[in-house]
């Protein structure tokens, strides 16, 4: 199996990231809704060791996308919390917390560890910066097929306890990230039910 590389992504890899997202989210997704070329810079010049991307024998199959955050507990959007994909109002140089806005992977390059990979590099990057914590609002796209029957608390222990499985949470959990509280009108997505479960990964250095 070839190595996924995990490297900081720079302007000249913009065309490639787009295709990333193109593959990951075709039409009908709106397009305006792909990063673009502003976000991306801001995203490098604001804070490029959140910009990071993998690839595969050259071939970039993913990215991932974070900035620091002091962490005080309270509920947020997406739109607040990533300052609408650009970073630059949103990002604390002085946090002690790295958030996850973004992880993104080709469907045709999916099972190869890669999301995996890009994951142990934030945490990576939590440790050599001394943070606290890596946290990321954490999709929950099978609630739609429960919350008939579940709140979306009850769904979420659900997953912990194994009993239901989520595509997103589900990935999380096994990456070490544990929920911390469940956020209504996060992001929306009808598949969530417009929920999101924030999840948390404590520095192990610490």
Known sequence: MSKVNVRPYKMTDFESLLDVQK???PPPFPEDLWWNREQIEAHVTTFPEGAL??????????????LLIAFD?????????ADDGYIRKSHNPNGDSLYGIDLCVRPSYRGKG???????ARKDTVRQL????????????NYHEHADRLDAE???????????????????????????QVMPNYL??????DYAVLVEWRNDQL
């Open 114 to 120: 890669i999301a995996g990979a890009l994951y142990e």
């Open 188 to 193: 929306e997505d009808d598949e969530s039910l």
């Open 73 to 81: 507990g309270k509920p947020h959007t997406w739109e607040e919390v």
């Open 53 to 66: 991307l993998a690839e595969i024998d050259g071939v970039v199959v993913g990215s991932a996308t974070s």
């Open 130 to 141: 001394g943070l606290k914590r890596f946290i990321a609002g954490c999709r929950i796209p």
């Open 23 to 25: 593959e990951a989210f």
């Open 154 to 180: 009850s769904y979420v222990k659900a997953v912990e306890k194994g009993e239901i499985k989520d595509l997103v949470l589900t990935f999380m959990l096994k990456q070490g990230l544990h929920p911390l």
